[in-house]
């Protein structure tokens, strides 16, 4: 945990069905401002589902979510929780950045105009602002050279590291990744790994879902194991990479390491 120690994503209880199967099982867990925390599990056990509803792609059945000291997709009120309208979650939303492991960049659109879309249309700064800012981001993910590159002509690392600046335009001061690196052919995932160090490095605050136990043990802060929809334990990423304490853990890192 780096110098700043206020609470940016606070999770108590956090449940989530889709029909009848339980997918979230009450999650409790807190991320401190800087922090990078890795989040691993097998596939099912509802990271991403968890990822979604922090940033309220999906709605939680039950438990409390808090970004801040805000409650996602909620307001407290005269002592009662009251919904949010679909504008006031999208004020919510533009605080929390997310990179998904598929890059979702709009194919008709350069690189610089991918990262400049949102700060101009949602946020609604000039385009010469958004494109200064653009270009600047671009830099920082080591893409300076191929801002007039359309998606297709660039590898997946540098799509990857486009949709990480896109994210970054909107300033936020939570970032999330689902799996960044799943997609990407071996000798690419370095790149992107790079990039995310560098964030943390910065001072960003992440949540990250990733089988690459090197970039856990050396980046993140702490590492959450979940499996079937609860956290089966937690800690630092040398304690639970090293010694850990369930079976269910030992399983699961036998397997990716
Ligand atoms: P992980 O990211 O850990 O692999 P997910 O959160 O994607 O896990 O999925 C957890 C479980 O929730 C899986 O069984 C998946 O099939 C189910 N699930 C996820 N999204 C939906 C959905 N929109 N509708 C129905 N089931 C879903
Ligand atoms: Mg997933």
């Known amino acids: 945990m780096r110098t700043n120690t206020a609470t940016v994503v606070r999770a108590e209880g956090v449940h989530k069905s889709f029909g009848r199967t339980e997918v979230l099982k009450g999650i409790d867990l807190s991320v401190s401002a800087g922090e990078v925390m890795c989040l691993v599990g097998p596939s099912g056990s509802g990271k991403s589902t968890f990822l979604r509803c922090i940033n309220r792609l999906e709605r939680i059945d039950a438990g409390r979510l808090y970004v801040r000291d805000q409650l ?82 660039l590898s997946g690392g540098q799509q990857q590291r486009v949709a990480i600046a896109r994210a970054l335009a909107m300033r936020p001061e939570l970032m999330l990744f689902d799996e960044p690196t799943s997609a990407l052919d071996p000798e690419l995932v370095g790149e992107v790994l790079d990039v995310m160090r560098g964030l943390a490095d910065d001072g960003m605050t992440m949540i990250v879902v990733t089988h690459e136990m090197g970039f856990a043990r050396e980046v993140g802060d702490s590492l959450v194991f979940m499996d079937g929809g609860v956290v089966v334990e937690s800690g630092t990423p040398a304690d639970v990479l090293g010694s850990p304490r369930h079976g269910r853990t030992r399983s699961f890192l036998g397997k990716v390491r």
Do not use: C
């Not at 009662?80 to 659109?109: C, S, T």
């Not at 350069?110 to 270009?135: D, G, Y």
């Open 72 to 153: 996602i997709g909620y307001e407290e009120r005269d002592g009662r929780v009251h919904e949010l309208d679909d504008a006031a979650v999208a004020r919510q939303r533009r605080g929390i950045g997310m990179v998904f492991q598929r890059f979702n960049l709009f194919p008709h659109m350069t690189a610089l105009q991918n990262v400049m879309e949102a700060p101009v249309q949602v946020r609604k700064e000039s385009r010469a602002e958004a494109e200064e800012r653009a270009r600047s981001l671009l830099a920082r993910v080591g893409l300076a050279d191929r801002a007039h590159s359309y998606p297709s002509q």
